[in-house]
């Protein structure tokens, strides 16, 4: 039973299309968040959302708006998608500080 | 403001011979410190982690790290390389009581038969 799962997997797309990547979680956790991975595999924050209420925001272009229908689901919207955008997407949540887990990622291709 | 430095982008080991991942933070309040483990195409799992307690902590795979406030580290050792660590290893800062968790630059470990 996964704990953080995120779909799709594996996203191919063209320049200039709109895409969602989703993201649940079991764990009961209060907070979750979007990292970017880049190519070169360095881990960035982009949002982070507690009990539904978004609290970061990390300079993260207005393309992209996350969405959290309840505290256990945070989905990511990217419009109009750049070549820059290509990356993997980390879906996470915690409790605190205790611990944070991570999906397995979104590998967005975009061409 | 909170950030984490990693030294050595990637380090290289021989089966068998002792691992030491350096990572050294900076923080303005007292940090909760992590390592993470990504092997090829997946996810991070998390190895340890330091939330004030016993200075030196001990992770899944054999790995340990010890947090050291004077010298603002939390390097991560083990003992023996097999050949099933080589991964990315990346060290991560948050702060008491939740937040975002900010990760150094990652280093890639190899290990050679």
């Known amino acids: 039973d996964t704990a953080v799962s995120q779909t799709p997997k594996y996203l191919v797309t063209q320049m200039g299309n709109d895409k969602s990547i989703k993201c649940e979680q079991n764990?009961?956790?209060?907070?979750m968040y979007w990292y970017k991975q880049d190519s070169k595999k360095f881990l960035k924050i982009m949002f982070s959302?507690?009990?539904?209420?978004?609290?970061i925001n990390e300079t993260v272009p207005n393309r992209f708006s996350p969405k959290s229908p309840d505290k256990a689901h945070l989905n990511l919207h990217i419009n109009s998608l750049e070549l820059g955008d290509s990356a993997v997407y980390f879906c996470?949540?915690?409790?605190?500080?205790?611990?944070?887990?991570f999906g397995s990622g979104t590998r967005l291709t975009v061409v | 403001a909170q950030s984490v430095t990693q030294l050595g982008s990637h380090v290289s080991v021989s089966e068998g011979a002792l691992v030491l991942l350096r990572c050294n933070y900076s923080?303005?309040?007292?940090?909760?410190l992590f390592w993470y483990v990504q092997y090829p195409n997946q996810g991070l799992q998390l190895l340890l982690k330091?939330?004030?307690?016993?200075?030196l902590v001990k992770g899944i795979n054999g790995f340990e790290a010890e947090f050291k406030k004077s010298e603002t580290s939390f390097h991560l050792t083990k003992p023996s390389a097999h050949m099933s660590d080589a991964a990315e290893y990346f060290c991560?800062?948050?702060?008491?009581?939740?937040?975002?968790?900010?990760f150094g630059q990652g280093t890639e470990l190899s290990v050679k038969p």
């Open positions: 923080s303005s309040v007292p940090p909760y």
């Open positions: 996470a949540s915690s409790w605190q500080a205790e611990g944070y887990t």
């Open positions: 991560a800062v948050s702060r008491k009581g939740g937040g975002k968790l900010i």
């Open positions: 959302y507690n009990n539904k209420e978004l609290i």
């Open positions: 330091y939330t004030s307690a016993a200075t």
């Open positions: 764990l009961g956790h209060d907070t």
